[in-house]
């Protein structure tokens, strides 16, 4: 199937940008997340990253997803657990 596509049958997929769309500057911006967390450990001692927030539609599910991606693409080995047993989301991203 096209990228292109792919983007429009599923509209939720769109919000995958990292990988959708790796030269976007939003892709680079997850890219910095990625580096400056690593930052802050020294290699192979982070191994469980949690994100939360108090309110819904923060923007968990979508940085989540995207941060993935761009750890996945660094040859790290990732694993993403949807902790949303309310509305789990990420499956709807990226299956
Ligand atoms: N960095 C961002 N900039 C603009 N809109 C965003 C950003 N991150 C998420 N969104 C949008 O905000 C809404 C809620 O995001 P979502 O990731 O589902 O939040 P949560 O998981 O916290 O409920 C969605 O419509 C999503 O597309
Ligand atoms: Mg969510």
């Known amino acids: 199937m096209a990228p292109n596509q792919e983007k429009t049958e599923n509209p939720e997929r769109r919000k995958v940008i990292a990988l959708l769309e790796p030269m976007s500057s939003a892709a680079?911006?997850?890219r910095n997340i990625?580096?400056?967390i690593f930052y802050t450990a020294?290699?192979?001692?982070?191994k469980v990253l949690?994100?939360?927030?108090s309110l819904p539609r923060e923007g968990k599910?979508?940085?989540?997803?995207n941060l993935?991606?761009?750890?996945a693409?660094?040859?790290k080995k990732t694993l993403?657990?949807?902790g949303d047993f309310h509305r789990p989301k990420i499956h709807r991203l990226l299956g």
């Open 28 to 30: 680079e911006s997850y």
């Open 34 to 36: 990625r580096s400056s």
């Open 42 to 46: 020294p290699e192979g001692d982070m």
């Open 50 to 53: 949690t994100v939360t927030s």
């Open 61 to 65: 599910t979508t940085t989540v997803v």
């Open 68 to 71: 993935a991606v761009v750890i």
């Open 73 to 75: 693409q660094c040859g």
């Open 80 to 82: 993403l657990i949807d």
